[in-house]
């Protein structure tokens, strides 16, 4: 029973054993590493929760399926084993759960899983990123992932902002040399309405006479 229940575990994603606990797994899937410059293979996790009451309907029929007895009296099995299985873990027993891990009683007195160590069965490769020229790809920016196009425009935007805000700067300066440079000259020549228009004085002439009394 023990053996089937294992491979249970190892092929479904979930297994409820009552009185025990549940099993879960998690597949992992094949990550790129772009600091180490490497893709890690796919591998998969087995979690362990305690405090489980009921027994997985999947698990029933396929202990009848490979027993070849009906869901009743594999329904037995299952609840016999569980209850075998808590009562060993109470008296400090450890159950081994082959290529899956073990079960053992908690300093807490709880039911605890340690997981054997993950065997993986692809190696990690190596995988350095080819950069074509004026090509999108992706880029790291801090924690985050993003592509080089979004970011050539973020800095197109920053510089053209920046040249916007040199020119409004100078154009300031300028604004503020031209009011200080009136100051001054308005300062030394007070303002006055003789002060507006020309200064020289015009004398107009006598027409000469175009007619004579004679």
Known sequence: MQ???????????????????????SCIHAEQDIVNKKISPPSTEILFT??????SDELIKYI??????????????????????????KNGEEVLLPLIGILK????????????????????VPAERVIH???EHAVLVGDKETTSSVMNQFYHVEETNKKSNAWKIFAII???????LLFFYFYG?????SSFGSHIKVV??????TYSTH
């Open 64 to 89: 009848a399926d490979k027993k070849k007895i009906d869901a009743s009296e594999a329904l037995a099995s299952i609840k016999k084993w569980c209850a075998e299985t808590k009562a060993k873990l």
């Open 105 to 124: 009683k908690g300093a807490l007195g709880n039911i605890g899983f340690h997981a054997e160590n993950k065997t993986l069965f692809f190696a990690p």
């Open 50 to 55: 305690g405090r489980e009451e009921k027994i």
């Open 189 to 193: 020549y007070p303002i006055s309405l």
């Open 3 to 25: 053996e089937l229940i294992t491979s249970f575990i190892i092929q479904s994603k979930e297994c409820r054993l009552a009185g025990l606990g549940k099993f879960t797994r």
């Open 133 to 135: 020229k004026n090509s």
């Open 204 to 209: 107009p002439q006598t027409p000469a006479a």
């Open 174 to 180: 300028l604004l503020l040399v031209a009011l200080v």
